[in-house]
């Protein structure tokens, strides 16, 4: 049941049907309900009320915002106890869904990540003070469920880079410490392609909790107590050698520009002239190696830096870097990106409210006009077309993916090759166009299909009676190497925006989706008439 509650709540999600998530288990529920809680992303509201909140909730929470709220008494029947408890679990989710996400000035600039430790605290907030006017700036603490958490960001598409200064979850993988990264450390930036600029911030230490908790194996290594629930050793010449060929081997897959900074006077506070785990040979073995074993190209690139981890010079280094490496890649990807632009250049008609077109775009502006939102809606069957011009609709869109919705599958199905799209289309011309009356019907067209002729296949939506068209299934909420490819084979948005323009010389509706502002122009300069974006 828990495998299967994945994919479950994940398709809800993606579909719009889910805006929050609470949960009400003891051990079993609650084992049950948080992996799916886990894979949502990052700021979605997820409360889990459990009799283990009170315990180690790591195997629950894992590096996610789940809220874990105790139960007091046991989750089996109603009691005063239990209902005041379940009704404050019910508000706090209530609430985080009502409220959303504050409104925040940074929530315009994109968000970046750090990698931190109290030994490289100077450096990371000189390097956050640089960079906050251009990014939000998001610090994680190293402690293994620090990196696994940004690492998890990466991939939910909510940092667009990453400033790796305080890899020291790497030692603690190798040598046992209590702050461990996992095997896949550092490959969600590497595969995602973002910034990227790595260093070795308190790579001299290992960390473990009180002093008498340290391994007996250790026993003759140089210590230092940070504090009475922390307790730090020094990192050996065979071991920085480890974490050397950990970190080449990662960086040696990349496929995109990424800087490693060594700073050659000290990895952090500790280890610096004078103090505690200051020592020359160990940070040369680690420097050396990383030298040695990754391979450097003109986008691979290991430099060293003849200052410590937390002065002035590496936090300037690190800036110039990512800079560097975000103006690189930014640029890379434009020279990828096909110019979107119509070989047909259409001239925006003007409205003639004789033509269906005319009358449906009146109605829409005067629907503006009276402070109203104009309501389109997706029909997957003749009843449901029927209903919804019942319930006011403004427009009716008619794709494939509203017939997979009707047959128990998600919308994504529509973006998999299954059946034909645009057959479905004039399929079901004969379903819903005879039982809609008021409400005019546009057709969802797959403009990238090598199988039609799309400006006679618009005719003949025409004459079917569609009053216009959206380009959906659409490559734009395709991204990646996937949809490089795509673009590279000419199954391309550019085909999207002919279609609009062509189908807008006919005098049809148009109502495209676009993805971002260069789209938008293209659909405007096409002519379109109302933009989804």
């Not at 629930?229 to 065979?238: H, I, K, S, Y």
């Not at 990238?448 to 490559?475: C, H, M, W």
């Not at 495209?512 to 379109?528: H, I, Q, S």
Request: aromatic residues 6%.
């Amino acid at each position: 049941m828990s495998e299967a509650l994945v994919p479950f709540l994940l398709a809800k999600y993606q579909e719009g049907a889910v805006s929050g998530v609470i949960g009400v288990g003891g051990t079993g529920g609650t084992s049950l309900i948080t992996p799916a809680l886990q894979h949502l992303p990052v700021g979605v509201p997820k409360v889990m009320v459990s009799t283990v909140a009170s315990g180690q909730t790591e195997p629950y929470v894992g590096c996610t915002d789940i809220t874990m709220m105790y139960s007091v008494a046991d989750v089996a029947g109603l009691n005063a106890v239990s209902m005041r408890i379940l009704a404050n679990a019910a508000h706090a989710i209530a609430g985080m869904v009502t409220w959303g996400k504050p409104d925040d000035a940074s929530a315009a600039k994109p968000a970046i990540g750090m990698t931190m430790f109290g030994v490289t605290t100077p450096c990371c907030t000189a390097v956050r003070t640089q960079l906050e006017d251009e990014f939000d700036c998001v610090t994680f603490h190293a402690t293994g469920a620090g990196g696994k958490a940004m690492e998890k960001l990466v991939n939910s598409g909510m940092l667009t880079g990453v400033i790796d200064i305080t890899t020291t979850e790497v030692a603690d993988y190798f040598v046992g410490g209590v702050f461990s990264c996992n095997s896949n450390r550092m490959e969600a930036m590497l595969q995602h392609k973002i910034p990227y600029v790595v260093s070795v911030g308190a790579l001299d230490m290992v960390n473990f909790g009180a002093k008498d908790t340290v391994p007996e194996k250790f026993a003759g290594r140089k210590f230092h107590v940070h504090n009475a629930n922390v307790t730090l050793m020094r990192t050996t010449v065979e071991e920085n050698k480890q974490f050397a060929a950990f970190i080449a081997e990662k960086l040696n897959s990349s496929t995109a520009p990424v800087t490693l900074l060594l700073p050659t006077k000290g990895v952090s506070l500790l280890d610096v002239d004078g103090q505690a785990f200051y020592d020359k040979d160990a940070d040369e073995a680690l420097f050396s190696e990383l030298e040695r074993l990754v391979k450097q190209t003109d986008t691979r690139i290991v430099k060293r830096i003849a200052a410590a981890i937390n002065d002035k010079e590496f936090a300037d280094a690190a800036v110039q870097a990512f800079k560097q490496l975000s103006a690189n890649i930014a640029g890379a990807q434009k020279a990828a990106t096909p110019t979107v632009s119509i070989t047909e250049k259409a001239n925006v008609r003007p409205i003639d409210i004789n033509t269906p077109r005319g009358q449906v775009l009146t109605k829409l502006k005067a629907t503006i006009k009276a402070g109203k939102p104009i309501i389109g809606a997706g029909a997957g069957t003749g009843i449901s077309a029927k209903f919804e011009e019942k319930g006011g609709a403004d427009l009716i869109v008619v794709y494939n993916s509203g017939r997979f919705r009707m047959a128990g599958h998600g919308s994504l199905a529509g973006l998999m090759p299954f059946k034909d799209a645009n057959g479905i289309v004039i399929e079901m011309a004969e379903e819903v166009l005879p039982v809609t009356s008021t409400c005019p019907v546009l057709a969802g067209v797959c403009a990238s299909d090598p199988f039609r002729r799309i400006p006679k296949f618009l005719e003949q939506l025409k004459a079917l009676g569609y009053y216009g068209v959206q380009n959906f299934p659409t490559v734009g909420l395709i991204d990646g190497n996937f949809r490089k490819n795509l673009e590279e084979t000419g199954f391309a948005y550019h085909k999207e925006v002919s279609m609009v323009a062509q189908a807008h010389a006919l005098d049809l509706l148009t109502t495209p989706y676009a993805f971002n502002v260069d789209e938008a122009k293209a659909m405007a300069l096409a002519g379109a008439d109302v933009i989804v974006a």
